[in-house]
């Protein structure tokens, strides 16, 4: 069996750290409400709170992906998960702004980037026929944790105030620390085989723009960071992530708002956030199941799903009745939990399993930078317009352009065969 019972047990601790790490930071959104009011509606200031914490625990992967090759993936998921516990409880402590984006911004953000990564990796190590499909499980875990801990904290906050629920939300936390313990990595023998295994998949349609992983193995480990971005593919693949995730950003921190605005409780408003989580959770499955089978392009099934999401934020507050917005955040939770499933091996397909560890570091940089520019700016234009709709509106815009900019590839490709062609020609 590929990956053995190690595989399966990288797969769980993976997917459950997911579940804990994304399903802290998608609680900024029902948190948001409470502190909106508790700071007086100071938009921007609560916005930078999130923000912070996205951008730093996305925005964390090369610092994360260096310290891989000096520490064990385990310690340094280990590291990360006491941070997460000791940003949590500072927050109720110190119920300042500027405290708080220390504590939940940095602390959180940067002990949730050093266990989710290396875990996500690991995932990915254990498999090759099935990496698709094992990535997409442990992806989500993001979705299930966006789908539960939204709930979780509004029921919490309903007992014990926003200050009080964070000490239960660190307890849970704690268990990090348990599956972070699980983390072990595949011995070299499977590296071995996973390594030379590796081809890239016909159903790609971007064989030209993945490395040959014959060259990428006599590139020294210093010069991989730069070596990275010479890839056209991974280049375009970075600015598409940057897109999307300062439009989700902009989902997860602002639309429980939206919805007490527009009249439903705050408990209401945590169980429709539950409910796009869960779709987020459905698509991740989705995408790595059908990532798995050859005949599907897993690019343009990226390059769709950013779009189906686009339009489905897009036209989201336009609308009151309540079983439309359950509708268009099930849609749009389905297709970026879809987008999320994909995220590994559209990245394996462009740069190859060798340069994986410091591609998903750079990776997670592109999305930290989106979800630090997303919410501030959805605040700026709030306080501007004194509502959300034309944030949310923004947001869907984002991650429409995320999936069109995509189209640059198969372009270039086109491009470049054609020229070739022409070559030919004339020197025949």
């Given at each position: 069996?590929?990956?053995?019972?190690?595989?399966?047990?990288?797969?769980?601790?993976?997917?459950?750290?997911?579940v804990?790490?994304?399903?802290?930071?998608?609680t900024?959104?029902?948190?948001?409400?409470?502190?909106?009011?508790?700071?007086d509606?100071?938009?921007?200031?609560?916005s930078?709170?999130?923000?912070?914490?996205y951008?730093?625990?996305?925005?964390?992967?090369?610092?994360?992906?260096?310290?891989?090759?000096?520490?064990?993936?385990?310690?340094?998921?280990?590291?990360?998960?006491?941070?997460v516990?000791i940003?949590?409880?500072?927050?109720?402590?110190?119920?300042?702004?500027?405290?708080?984006?220390?504590?939940?911004g940095?602390?959180?953000?940067?002990?949730?980037?050093?266990?989710?990564?290396?875990?996500?990796?690991?995932?990915?190590?254990?498999?090759?026929?099935?990496?698709?499909?094992?990535?997409?499980?442990a992806?989500s875990?993001?979705?299930?944790?966006?789908?539960?801990m939204?709930?979780?904290?509004?029921?919490?906050?309903?007992?014990y105030?926003w200050?009080?629920?964070?000490?239960?939300?660190?307890?849970?936390?704690?268990?990090?620390?348990?599956?972070?313990?699980?983390?072990?990595?595949?011995p070299?023998?499977l590296?071995?085989?996973t390594?030379?295994?590796?081809?890239?998949?016909l159903?790609?349609?971007?064989?030209?723009?993945?490395?040959?992983?014959?060259k990428?193995?006599?590139?020294?480990?210093?010069?991989?960071h730069?070596?990275?971005?010479?890839?056209?593919?991974?280049?375009v693949?970075?600015?598409?992530?940057?897109?999307?995730?300062?439009?989700?950003a902009?989902?997860?921190?602002?639309?429980?708002?939206f919805?007490?605005e527009k009249?439903?409780?705050p408990?209401?408003a945590?169980?429709y956030?539950?409910?796009?989580?869960?779709?987020?959770f459905?698509?991740?499955?989705?995408g790595?199941?059908?990532?798995?089978?050859?005949?599907?392009?897993?690019q343009?099934?990226?390059?769709?799903?950013?779009?189906?999401?686009?339009?489905?934020?897009?036209a989201?507050?336009?609308?009151?009745?309540k079983p439309?917005y359950?509708?268009?955040l099930?849609?749009?939770?389905?297709?970026f939990?879809?987008?999320l499933?994909?995220?590994?091996?559209?990245?394996?397909?462009?740069?190859?399993?060798?340069?994986?560890?410091?591609?998903l570091?750079?990776?997670?940089?592109?999305?930290?930078?989106?979800?630090?520019?997303?919410?501030?700016?959805?605040?700026?234009?709030?306080?501007?317009?004194?509502?959300f709709?034309?944030?949310?509106?923004?947001?869907?815009?984002?991650?429409?352009?995320?999936?069109?900019?995509?189209i640059?590839?198969?372009?270039?490709?086109?491009?470049c065969?054609?020229?070739k062609t022409?070559h030919?020609?004339?020197?025949?």
């Open positions: 069996m590929e990956g053995g019972k190690w595989g399966l047990v990288i797969i769980l601790a993976a997917f459950m750290i997911q804990l790490a994304f399903g802290v930071t998608s900024v959104g029902v948190y948001n409400i409470d502190l909106l009011d508790y700071f509606g100071a938009t921007v200031g609560v930078l709170i999130g923000s912070i914490n951008g730093v625990f996305l925005g964390s992967g090369p610092i994360v992906s260096f310290l891989m090759t000096r520490f064990s993936y385990r310690k340094i998921a280990l590291f990360g998960s006491v941070l516990v940003g949590l409880l500072g927050m109720p402590i110190l119920p300042y702004i500027p405290a708080m984006c220390v504590c939940f940095l602390l959180t953000g940067f002990g949730s980037s050093c266990a989710y990564i290396p875990s996500h990796v690991l995932s990915g190590l254990y498999y090759d026929k099935h990496r698709s499909l094992a990535t997409g499980v992806t875990g993001s979705g299930l944790g966006g789908a539960i939204p709930i979780i904290t509004g029921v919490l906050i309903e007992y105030t200050k009080g629920s964070l000490i239960f939300v660190a307890g849970l936390c704690l268990h990090l620390i348990v599956f972070s313990a699980l983390l072990r990595e595949p070299p023998l590296m071995k085989e390594s030379i295994t590796h081809v890239v998949p159903n790609s349609k971007s064989a030209y723009e993945a490395v040959d992983v014959s990428a193995k006599k590139i020294p480990n210093s010069s991989r730069i070596y990275i971005f010479t890839n056209y593919g991974f280049d693949y970075f600015a598409s992530n940057i897109m999307w995730n300062a439009g989700t902009i989902v997860n921190a602002f639309v429980p708002e919805l007490t009249g439903l409780s408990m209401e945590a169980w956030a539950g409910i796009y989580g869960f779709g987020c459905v698509g991740g499955v989705l790595g199941v059908f990532g798995n089978f050859r005949w599907v392009n897993r343009v099934l990226y390059t769709a799903s950013n779009i189906v999401m686009g339009v489905s934020l897009s989201f507050p336009y609308f009151e009745q439309l359950l509708v268009f099930i849609i749009s939770g389905i297709a939990g879809i987008i499933g994909l995220l590994i091996v559209v990245l394996t397909d462009l740069i190859g399993v060798e340069s994986l560890g410091n591609g570091g750079y990776l997670m940089l592109s999305n930290g930078l989106g979800t630090f520019i997303g919410p501030p700016v959805a605040g700026l234009i709030k306080e501007a317009t004194g509502s709709k034309e944030a949310i509106v923004l947001s869907g815009v984002l991650c429409v352009f995320g999936g069109l900019i995509m640059l590839m198969p372009c270039r490709w086109n491009c065969s054609q020229k022409e030919l020609v004339y020197n025949n």
